[in-house]
């Protein structure tokens, strides 16, 4: 017992307990210390691998077309195409929420005629990479070219009830001017404004119209119409009103007519009265003539 507790008792025993409680406490901290730290660098990592990642996402775009309008119609462009981007994916993403670029086709330095241009875009970042489906396309440039052109009403009263009857229709609009391509222009017969009378209709109805530009087959046309709509009225009357006013002018003819005919009866008869006096006169005097002349 005694040499025990003097064993515990030296200065250099108990330092070396403390050394050794001190190293393994220091392994301790320092491995979880290092653990921490792993883990932290390995979520930084996975994190800056999500941002720096690559990602592709397809788009449909509209497709602008630089031309000089006051001068020519382009024709035979589709109105979308399909934009494909590839880059990091917060760009991609950012990219794809917004859609801040221009896809558009340069058409400023031709002239009239059939060409075949790229297409292109504008505004994208750098480091985006954009590819175009398709990547050329054929158009149609054609001198610009503007037309009066008469309205006509087209009216499809069938369904109106049979005890009423639509009259001539009226738009407010004669003319219009038609404006496109020189040779589509070229192909317009006529500009009608269609009116459909419901079956209900009691009197007389309004309706505003969008215009239509037909060839002579009565098919539609790509052109541009100003105004574009006129406001159509049709009058609507009862089958019965009108044949009593009919029968009531035909009375006033036919009463207008007698008035007429008695007038000229009366006239002839005067004017006959008239010449049988004057010859009476006439008589008269030659006799007296004659006795003043014995």
Request: proline share 3%; glycine share 4%.
């Amino acid at each position: 017992m005694g040499k025990n507790k003097g064993f515990f008792s030296h200065k250099w025993v108990m330092r070396l307990a403390s050394l050794v409680l001190a190293i393994l406490l220091f392994a301790y901290v320092n491995g979880s210390k290092n653990g921490f730290l792993r883990q932290n660098t390995r979520n930084s990592n996975d994190e800056n691998s999500v941002l720096m990642s690559d990602k592709s996402v397809t788009l449909k775009m509209p497709l602008d077309i630089t031309v000089d309008n006051s001068k020519y119609v382009v024709t035979g462009y589709p109105q979308y195409v399909k934009v494909r981007l590839n880059g990091p994916s917060a760009l991609v993403t950012t990219t794809s929420n917004t859609q801040n670029f221009k896809v558009y086709a340069d058409l400023s330095k031709l002239g009239a005629g059939k060409h075949r241009v790229p297409i292109k875009t504008s505004g994208l970042n750098s480091e985006l990479k954009a590819t175009v489906a398709p990547r050329n396309i054929s158009v149609q440039i054609q001198p610009r070219r503007t037309v009066n052109v008469k309205v006509s009403v087209r009216l499809n009263a069938r369904n109106l009830d049979d005890d009423y009857q639509a009259g001539r229709p009226h738009a407010d609009v004669d003319s219009v001017q038609v404006t496109g391509a020189q040779d589509e222009v070229r192909r317009v017969n006529r500009v009608v404004a269609y009116v459909v009378v419901p079956r209900d209709a009691k009197s007389n109805i309004q309706r505003q119209v969008t215009l239509q530009a037909l060839d002579r087959n009565g098919q539609i046309l790509n052109v541009v119409i100003w105004p574009a709509t006129t406001n159509v009225t049709v009058p609507i009357s009862s089958k019965g009103n009108d044949s009593s006013s009919q029968s009531e002018s035909a009375s006033s003819s036919d009463e207008s007519l007698s008035g007429e005919s008695s007038n000229k009866k009366r006239v002839q008869t005067q004017s006959s009265s008239s010449s049988i006096s004057s010859n009476t006169n006439s008589n008269s005097e030659s006799t007296a003539t004659s006795s003043s002349q014995s």
